[in-house]
């Protein structure tokens, strides 16, 4: 029992994160219609840049500003610099572009930085903390859920409260009508990349400690799994990302307390293949407009 | 092309590429296996993307489920006493089996998918063969599964080499595999793909189940990508999970855009610069004078670095790849034989176009159908 509750408690805090990185992707393809495979390439160029400010600095808080920053400008960048050229005709080819970018990205950061993993410490106790002699969750892991569910909540307002974000889903639901009404659709799906991309890298910063270390495709297997929460929450869906990462969070952590941790990828995979098989638009996506 | 002109090509590209490998040194042959192998995969993918609009990230498990499919069978073989050519056809037969079963799972998961999330799926199936490896006791987890040794048969010992006999073995189940797919291509079946990747729901109007099309497209895709995992084990006598990662996939995926996606003669470069390009970077930064450690780093990276940026430019700039390139300046000559006898305007003109040496098809953003238009002159509004 102690320990089911412990796999809880970690696999919802992991839950929170890919729930916050599959949120990056709801965005960009809600924004856009691309699902940024690149998204874990473009996350880790923004943790490179956080370790890097927290050791000249020796603060990990000017290093996590750092890494939200960077990941922003990597968005920017690579919004103007590449995926403008995404034909809209084939939606293969944004695709293709991201797959490029990962390749592009992954090996110039291995040219700078070597492949090999560079451990990163996190910045509270690991231990877990106990709640009536039960272990549950360490002090990093709140910090862990806080800050994502903050991010999130804080996107959440920015959508909803103001001018900006009605101008951001007007732009994606409607760009027609709403260049018409004279929203620069253009700068604003810069804007949903630039905000999608820094939430990403803060993402994978949050996620690095708990993993191996630091190291070009440290983001990979994260990008993985938050594809599949995405999908899983419907791709279309901010509310279904945050419930779907959370499932996918402690399913995977209970596979790996009591089955093993190779068993992980191929939880995902079943749960993946389970869900496109009995919806394939995903459990929480609207209603697709017919067809044919 | 009608079906007997593919066989006779088939046949004499393979005659000819038996006769080249006389020319090359060992290496040269090993590394033309190799690339014979990525042949199989990477003209099964362009069919797939190209021809029936479905994207796979996920080439390299196939690869693997063949690979594995041919040195459980060949073990099993081998202990039960069955050696040579019967083994080797066996287990071939099987790969391509283990590959198309995988295929026709997913490809019934394709047929619901579009775009993104069919990629996704491929893309997680990749990641989890190591998984899969490890737990499933007879695929020996990261060790893999080494098969027995397969030398070259007797009455040829005198006259071949090892890496040479290895190379026509690939290269025949190569040829077999292109061939197999360049019928189906030009046959009613590659005309439904097309069909279905253009319009569904055109094709469906016009009497073709959109989601047997897309499914039988994936089968056919991955029992050549099974062959070319066969082949990959046959040549390195093992298969393990190392040798099929996320990256050959996106690899494969390079290999097929850059040759032109759709193509078989696309798929055949992309497949030889696969093998050719990192060893031709290992070479160069061997020549330059770099301190060891940089080296190491460039070793791997480097080709990748290239790789990449090949996709992005050609993706944004030449979806036609370098086979759509090819065609578009073989295109721009035909065009300019036709052109008038050079009159004082022509004369002055044509030169304009040939004298870029690569020409305009070769330039990103030129290619595809404004391509042959460029080969005409282009009369500019002040010659009255």
């Known amino acids: 029992m102690d320990r089911f509750v412990f796999l809880l408690g970690t696999g919802l805090a992991r839950g929170t994160l890919f729930a916050l990185f599959a949120l990056a992707l709801v965005l960009i393809w809600r924004a856009t219609r691309i699902v940024n495979f690149a998204a874990g390439a473009m996350a880790i160029v923004g943790v490179y840049v956080g370790v890097a400010v927290t050791g000249l600095t020796g603060s990990y808080w000017w290093g996590l500003v750092a890494t939200v920053l960077a990941g922003g400008v990597v968005g920017l960048v690579v919004e103007r610099g590449v995926l403008r050229f995404a034909s809209a005709r084939s939606p293969l ?24 993993h560079e451990p990163v410490p996190a910045p ?152 496109l098989l009995v919806r394939p638009s995903g459990l929480f996506a609207q209603a697709e407009t017919r067809r044919a | 092309m009608n079906a007997r002109r593919t066989l006779l090509l088939a046949l004499g590209g393979l005659v000819l590429a038996i006769g080249l490998t006389f020319l090359l040194d060992p290496y040269r042959n090993y590394q033309l296996a190799l690339a014979a192998a990525y042949l199989c995969a990477t003209a099964g993918l362009t069919v797939l993307v190209g021809l029936s609009g479905q994207l796979s990230l996920g080439h390299a498990a196939l690869m693997a489920a063949g690979g594995y499919g041919y040195a459980l ?24 089996v283990a590959a198309g079963v995988l295929g026709l799972l997913l490809g019934l998961a394709g047929a619901r998918l579009h775009g993104p999330y069919l990629a996704g799926l491929t893309l997680t199936l990749v990641v989890a063969v190591p998984a899969v490896a490890a737990s499933v006791g007879a695929l020996q987890g990261d060790r893999g599964v080494r098969i027995e040794f397969e030398g070259v048969p007797g009455p040829l010992k005198a006259l071949i080499a090892l890496e040479q006999w290895q190379a026509w073995v690939a290269l025949a189940v190569a040829a077999v595999a292109v061939t197999g797919l360049a019928l189906v291509r030009d046959g009613r079946t590659g005309l439904r793909m097309r069909a279905v990747r253009d319009d569904e729901v055109a094709a469906a109007l016009a009497g073709i189940a959109p989601a047997r099309v897309k499914v039988l497209a994936f089968v056919v ?41 759709g193509s078989l003669l696309g798929a055949a470069l992309g497949a030889v610069l696969l ?30 670095l290239v790789f990449g940026s090949l996709l992005i430019v050609l993706v944004a700039g030449a979806p036609g790849g370098l086979a759509g390139a090819l065609t578009a300046a073989r295109d721009r000559r035909r065009a300019r034989r036709r052109l008038p006898a050079p009159g004082p305007t022509a004369a002055r003109l044509v030169p304009t176009a040939g004298d870029d040496p690569t020409g305009p098809a070769a330039r990103p953003g030129s290619v595809g159908p404004t391509a042959t238009r460029s080969g005409e002159p282009v009369r500019t509004p002040t010659e009255g």
């Open chain 2, 73 to 96: 069978t060949s073990q099993a073989l081998t202990s039960a006493g069955v050696g040579g050519v019967p083994r080797f056809l066996a287990a071939t037969v099987a790969a391509a």
């Open chain 2, 275 to 304: 093998v050719l390009l990192p060893w031709l970077v290992g070479t160069l930064t061997d020549m330059l004078p770099l301190p060891s450690q940089v080296t190491q780093r460039l070793d791997g990276t480097l080709p990748l």
């Open chain 1, 93 to 116: 080819s944004g695709v293709i572009l991201a797959i490029g970018l990962v390749i592009v990205l992954q090996s110039l950061l291995g040219i700078a930085f070597g492949q090999q």
């Open chain 1, 124 to 275: 509270f106790s690991d231990r877990p903390l106990r709640v009536g002699g039960v272990p549950v969750l360490s002090p990093y892991d709140v910090f862990v859920v806080v800050v994502a569910l903050g991010l999130m909540a804080a996107l959440r307002l920015l959508f909803v409260r103001t001018t900006l974000g009605l101008q951001l889903r007007a732009a994606a639901f409607a760009p027609e009508v709403a260049r018409l009404l004279g929203v620069r659709v253009a700068r604003m799906r810069t804007v949903g990349w630039v905000l999608a991309a820094a939430a990403a890298s803060l993402a994978a910063m949050l996620a690095v400690p708990k993993e191996l270390g630091l190291n070009p495709h440290a983001a990979d297997m994260l990008f993985v799994y938050a594809f599949t929460v995405a999908v899983v929450g419907g791709l279309d869906s901010p509310g279904g990302a945050l419930l779907a990462g959370l499932t996918v969070g402690v399913v995977m952590s209970l596979v790996t307390g009591y089955l093993g941790a190779t068993l992980a990828p191929v939880a995902v995979l079943a749960l993946l293949v389970v869900v």
């Open chain 2, 221 to 261: 895709s991955s029992v050549t990508a099974g062959l070319g995992g066969a082949v990959l084990t046959f040549v390195t006598q093992s298969v393990s999970p190392g040798a099929y990662t996320v990256s050959l996939s996106l690899l494969l995926l390079v290999a097929v855009v850059v040759g032109g996606l």
